[in-house]
């Protein structure tokens, strides 16, 4: 092959190169925030531990740390969970979500809620976050009392 062929195929080969790392950024999704998504940071005061009362004003809910919440740490963290009156809700189910809409990724672990430690106390278990910046932990509750959600957003 002669030096000129060989150079023509190097430059196509980097134009290849680069036209995929550039469709591969215009296309995930957490470059759409950079080009107008719809994602909407909360204003400051929606942030915090809580209480937040949820979607439909079932529970009040309120984020317990059991202690300082930190980056890329496996921890623990506990919810009491109220109905709207003010009283302890001891039989909920709660499901756990959430993760950083800015950047379109979820948790990077699966943390359950280990059941009720009395009082109106859940225990969630094996929460991470990986990064520091907004985060979302979403909650959804069932109880006798009706089914509900609740977002708390964090800045980590």
Same mark, same amino acid.
């Given at each position: 092959?002669?030096?000129?062929?060989?150079?023509?195929?190097?430059?196509?080969? #980097?134009?290849?190169?680069?036209?995929?790392?550039?469709?591969?950024? *215009?296309?995930?999704?957490?470059?759409? *925030?950079?080009? @107008?998504?719809?994602?909407?940071?909360?204003?400051?005061?929606?942030?915090?531990?809580?209480?937040?009362?949820?979607?439909?004003?079932?529970?009040?809910?309120?984020?317990?740390?059991?202690?300082?919440?930190?980056? #890329?740490?496996? /921890?623990?963290?506990?919810?009491?969970?109220?109905?709207?009156?003010?009283?302890?809700?001891?039989?909920?189910?709660?499901?756990?979500? @959430?993760? $950083?809409?800015?950047?379109?990724?979820?948790?990077?672990? /699966?943390?359950?809620?280990? @059941?009720?430690? +009395?009082?109106?106390?859940?225990?969630?278990? +094996?929460?991470? *976050?990986? $990064?520091?910046?907004?985060?979302?932990?979403?909650?959804?509750?069932?109880?006798?009392?009706?089914?509900?959600?609740?977002?708390?957003?964090?800045?980590?």
């Amino acid at each position: 092959m002669n030096q000129n062929r060989r150079q023509a195929l190097r430059q196509l080969r #980097r134009a290849v190169f680069v036209a995929a790392i550039a469709a591969v950024g *215009f296309a995930g999704p957490a470059n759409a *925030f950079l080009f @107008g998504s719809d994602v909407r940071k909360p204003e400051a005061h929606e942030f915090g531990l809580g209480p937040r009362d949820s979607a439909n004003h079932v529970y009040r809910v309120y984020l317990k740390p059991t202690e300082t919440l930190r980056l #890329r740490k496996l /921890q623990n963290l506990r919810v009491l969970v109220l109905d709207a009156q003010g009283r302890p809700v001891e039989d909920a189910r709660i499901s756990v979500d @959430g993760g $950083m809409p800015e950047h379109a990724h979820g948790l990077p672990t /699966q943390p359950k809620v280990q @059941g009720s430690l +009395g009082g109106g106390l859940y225990d969630i278990e +094996g929460l991470r *976050f990986s $990064m520091g910046g907004w985060w979302e932990v979403k909650l959804a509750i069932e109880s006798p009392q009706g089914a509900d959600r609740v977002t708390f957003n964090l800045s980590l």
